[in-house]
């Protein structure tokens, strides 16, 4: 396929996904749309997508050697689209538990909407997972009531127009699980329309967010209370934040 869609930029953060991401590329090439995958792991993922990129023109690879965090490999993707002029990005997981014609009703979205997220129909997935997001719901909704309106953060599956990539590559302070957050948070700050879609979703295991659960749960508390400071007149309180979140975290290490 020659005739690529170069407005539209699809986004893939991918830490360790030598096992999925080929048959993510392979769903992914049906969109006609251009691919960036945001390596920052340490498997063979990059030289699989260096394959990829010899065949199709509209792949492409950032690599990074230290670890970004999941919302820091998005952001080093929206800014690279960006710098290279796409003006609808498209975020993407790496199990493509979504597929191409999900992606493309995104897009299609995008020429309404500022903003879109999606909405996962979830049959499978375990209680324990179900106590732990709901939890996540609610502190956010408590702490950053802007998110009220929106019924899951958390979905891997979004897209911005120009104008909204834009605003939350300024303004994205959260590198971790918690950046979903940082989005709506940023995407109600400036008056963006949001748009929604609901699709099917599977759980599948081997989640890295429950390898070091206690961690992880403390890291996500800490970005709602940073995200609250930052939209905020307290803003400059934030660098006080730091020296409190490296004492957590040797702790439950």
Same mark, same amino acid.
């Given at each position: 396929?020659?005739?690529?869609?170069?407005?539209?930029?699809?986004?893939?953060?991918?830490?360790?996904?030598?096992?999925?991401?080929?048959?993510?590329?392979?769903?992914?090439?049906?969109?006609?749309?251009?691919?960036?995958?945001?390596?920052?792991?340490?498997?063979?993922?990059?030289?699989?997508?260096?394959?990829?990129?010899?065949?199709?023109?509209?792949i492409h690879l950032l690599k990074f050697e230290n670890r970004l965090g999941k919302g820091g490999a998005?952001?080093?993707?929206?800014?690279?689209?960006?710098?290279?002029?796409?003006?609808?990005?498209?975020?993407?997981?790496?199990?493509?538990?979504?597929?191409?014609?999900?992606?493309?009703?995104?897009?299609?979205?995008?020429?309404? $909407?500022?903003?879109?997220?999606?909405?996962? %129909?979830? #049959?499978?997935? !375990?209680?324990?997972? @179900? *106590?732990? /997001? +709901? &939890?996540?719901?609610?502190?956010?909704?408590?702490?950053?009531?802007?998110?009220?309106?929106?019924?899951?953060?958390?979905?891997?599956?979004?897209?911005?127009?120009?104008?909204?990539?834009?605003?939350?590559?300024?303004?994205?302070?959260?590198?971790?699980?918690?950046?979903?957050?940082?989005?709506?948070?940023?995407?109600?700050?400036?008056?963006?329309?949001?748009?929604?879609?609901?699709?099917?979703?599977?759980?599948?295991?081997?989640?890295?967010?429950?390898?070091?659960?206690?961690?992880?749960?403390?890291?996500?508390?800490?970005?709602?209370?940073?995200?609250?400071? $930052?939209?905020?007149?307290?803003?400059?309180? %934030?660098? #006080?934040?730091? !020296?409190?979140?490296? @004492? *957590?975290? /040797? +702790? &439950?290490?």
């Amino acid at each position: 396929m020659d005739d690529y869609d170069n407005s539209t930029l699809i986004i893939i953060p991918a830490y360790n996904e030598e096992k999925r991401i080929s048959k993510c590329l392979n769903e992914y090439i049906k969109t006609g749309y251009n691919i960036l995958v945001v390596f920052d792991g340490n498997d063979n993922t990059d030289k699989i997508v260096l394959e990829y990129c010899k065949k199709y023109k509209n792949i492409h690879l950032l690599k990074f050697e230290n670890r970004l965090g999941k919302g820091g490999a998005i952001i080093e993707g929206i800014k690279w689209g960006l710098k290279n002029k796409y003006k609808y990005f498209i975020l993407a997981d790496a199990d493509a538990s979504l597929n191409y014609l999900g992606i493309k009703k995104i897009r299609e979205k995008l020429n309404k $909407y500022d903003f879109v997220y999606t909405k996962r %129909l979830i #049959k499978n997935y !375990p209680l324990f997972r @179900k *106590i732990l /997001s +709901k &939890i996540y719901i609610l502190l956010n909704w408590f702490i950053l009531p802007e998110t009220l309106l929106i019924d899951d953060i958390q979905s891997g599956y979004k897209g911005f127009n120009y104008k909204s990539a834009y605003y939350f590559m300024n303004n994205s302070i959260i590198t971790g699980f918690a950046y979903d957050s940082n989005i709506f948070v940023d995407t109600f700050y400036h008056r963006l329309s949001i748009g929604k879609i609901d699709f099917l979703w599977k759980y599948e295991k081997g989640s890295i967010f429950i390898k070091k659960l206690l961690k992880n749960i403390a890291a996500m508390f800490l970005s709602i209370i940073k995200i609250r400071i $930052y939209y905020s007149p307290f803003r400059f309180t %934030l660098r #006080k934040i730091k !020296p409190i979140e490296g @004492k *957590i975290y /040797s +702790k &439950i290490r």
